[in-house]
Every structure is written in C-alpha cells, then in structure tokens.
DNA sequence: GCGACAG
DNA sequence: ATCTTGTCGC
C-alpha cells in the first residue's frame, strides 16, 4: 500500500499553492493506468456538499452494485473545511472529508467515480487519480465541465464522444451521457485505462446526465446536509441479497 | 497581458 | 459548490 504517504488531513489545510503542487508532482508517478485487473462487482459515487455561509462540509460515498447499481451502502462523514477551491486543486478541498467516508466503509468498492476529474487536469493530477494513488484504490472521474485540454463537440446522441487532448496527450472523453444535453467529461484516475473509465461509465447509464455513482452520491450528500441523513456507516436492507 | 478555470 | 421559480421538452 502507500503508507510512505503523509497523511492529508493534517497537512492540506495551510498549503500554499506552490506546495500543493509539488504534492502534485510528486504523486504523478505513482500513478497507474494500464487496464484494469479484476471483475467489478461494486462500485462507489464521491462527492460532497456545502452550506452557503459555512465551513462545514457533508462528504458521502454511495456503494452500489455493478452492473446492477442498485445502492447497497452509504458512509456520510461531516468535517470542517480548511482549503479553499482554486481550480486544478480541488483534491486538497475534498480529500481530507472523502478519505474519513473511505476509511469508514467496513468493505472497500472495487472501483469510486468522482465528481471530478481524473488525468484530465493540466499535470494530470484531478481529484479521482490523487485519492486514488493515496489509497491505492480503482478510481475514476466525471466531471460536468471541461478543466483542461481542447477538444471537439461530440455528436448529440447518447453515447457520441470525442477525445480531449492536451499537449499531445489524449487525457480524457467529451461524452453525450444523454440525448440533447451539454457532455461529461471522462478520464482514468487510477489503475485503470482510458477505455476502461469510458467502458464502466456507458454500464452506468440510466436516464440522466450524471452516471448513476455521482448522481446518487450527489443526492445522498444534499440529504446529508439538510439532515434527511445521518453521519456514519449504513447499509440499505430493503430487498436483501441475502 | 488575455482568456480559461473540476467543485 | 450554494440560492431560486417557472418553464420547456421528452
């Protein structure tokens, strides 16, 4: 495992910018992203939630079943936020929470989406490789919007894509997750290939923009914060897999 | 200097 | 990210 790495929830919080990225530097090789080995059975959506006017931050990671994604389990973690959102070093902000739901969840997933990017990042660095190269875990990233790299305006159907490229490297997907509507942007963060992270999010599809894993983390994190939602470990019961 | 800029 | 109402489209 990684336990030569320093511990984030200690540290991100007084980093200047500067630090922050040689931290980011320093993790680039680290990371893997030859294809994935082993067969995915679950599969875990991050993400977190803020007040307007607060420095709480409700963090959540939702385990669902693949190809199912049916929710199986939920770990919801509320913390204080230290580091600030600058863009290209969100990882420092969302970490620290995310790594308490991680280490809360009794059976880890075999693969988490973020809400995020993965090596779509100007020194391919996003949120989903860093957590993943900490933890040394399966990890991939699906943002809204484009942070890095050029690319061109997929076809409008479900399921056109295009490549996003930067200084050469092809670093992530411009997809159309649903007919009409503006496309994700998808990339590998950790042991996984460009074609896996772009294979996994079509299996998780359903009728909405966002991939089921960040939508429903997304959802589960907002219900967090207005207190529909408890903090801790649960696990949902209801049709029991036995 | 100017434009871009995950959440 | 968060606040916020109606409205258009499948």
Same mark, same amino acid.
């Given at each position: 495992?990684?336990?030569?790495?320093?511990?984030?929830?200690?540290?991100?919080?007084?980093?200047?910018?500067?630090?922050?990225?040689?931290?980011?530097?320093?993790?680039?090789?680290?990371?893997?992203?030859?294809?994935?080995?082993?067969?995915?059975?679950?599969?875990?959506?991050?993400?977190?939630?803020?007040?307007?006017?607060?420095?709480?931050?409700?963090?959540?990671?939702?385990?669902?079943?693949?190809?199912? @994604? /049916?929710?199986?389990?939920?770990?919801? *973690? #509320?913390?204080?936020? %230290?580091?600030?959102?600058?863009? !290209?070093? +969100?990882?420092?902000?969302?970490?620290?929470?995310? @790594? /308490?739901?991680?280490?809360?969840?009794? *059976? #880890?997933?075999?693969? %988490?989406?973020?809400?995020?990017? !993965?090596? +779509?990042?100007?020194?391919?660095?996003?949120?989903?490789?860093?957590?993943?190269?900490?933890?040394?875990?399966?990890?991939?990233?699906?943002?809204?919007?484009?942070?890095?790299?050029?690319?061109?305006?997929?076809?409008?159907?479900?399921?056109?894509?295009?490549?996003?490229?930067?200084?050469?490297?092809?670093?992530?997907?411009?997809?159309?997750?649903?007919?009409?509507?503006?496309?994700?942007?998808?990339?590998?963060?950790?042991?996984?290939?460009?074609?896996?992270?772009?294979?996994?999010?079509?299996?998780?599809?359903?009728?909405?923009?966002?991939?089921?894993?960040?939508?429903?983390?997304?959802?589960?994190?907002?219900?967090?914060?207005?207190?529909?939602?408890?903090?801790?470990?649960?696990?949902?019961?209801?049709?029991?897999?036995?």
């Amino acid at each position: 495992m990684n336990n030569n790495i320093e511990t984030p929830e200690s540290n991100y919080g007084q980093l200047t910018i500067a630090e922050a990225t040689a931290i980011q530097e320093k993790l680039k090789g680290i990371v893997k992203l030859s294809p994935m080995e082993g067969e995915i059975k679950t599969i875990a959506g991050a993400d977190i939630s803020l007040d307007l006017y607060s420095d709480t931050v409700y963090a959540g990671m939702v385990v669902l079943s693949y190809p199912d @994604l /049916k929710p199986i389990s939920y770990s919801l *973690v #509320k913390t204080t936020n %230290i580091f600030p959102y600058v863009p !290209g070093f +969100l990882a420092f902000r969302e970490i620290p929470g995310l @790594l /308490k739901v991680y280490e809360q969840l009794p *059976v #880890k997933p075999d693969c %988490i989406m973020f809400d995020g990017n !993965g090596i +779509l990042h100007a020194r391919r660095m996003g949120i989903a490789t860093h957590f993943g190269v900490l933890t040394d875990s399966v990890t991939m990233g699906c943002a809204k919007k484009k942070l890095a790299g050029i690319y061109a305006d997929p076809g409008e159907t479900r399921g056109d894509y295009s490549l996003v490229t930067d200084r050469g490297d092809t670093i992530g997907f411009a997809l159309r997750s649903k007919n009409n509507v503006k496309p994700v942007f998808i990339s590998p963060g950790h042991k996984m290939s460009l074609k896996d992270s772009m294979d996994i999010t079509m299996q998780c599809l359903g009728k909405h923009r966002l991939p089921e894993p960040t939508r429903k983390a997304h959802e589960f994190v907002n219900r967090f914060r207005i207190g529909e939602l408890k903090e801790g470990y649960h696990e949902l019961e209801q049709w029991g897999l036995f």
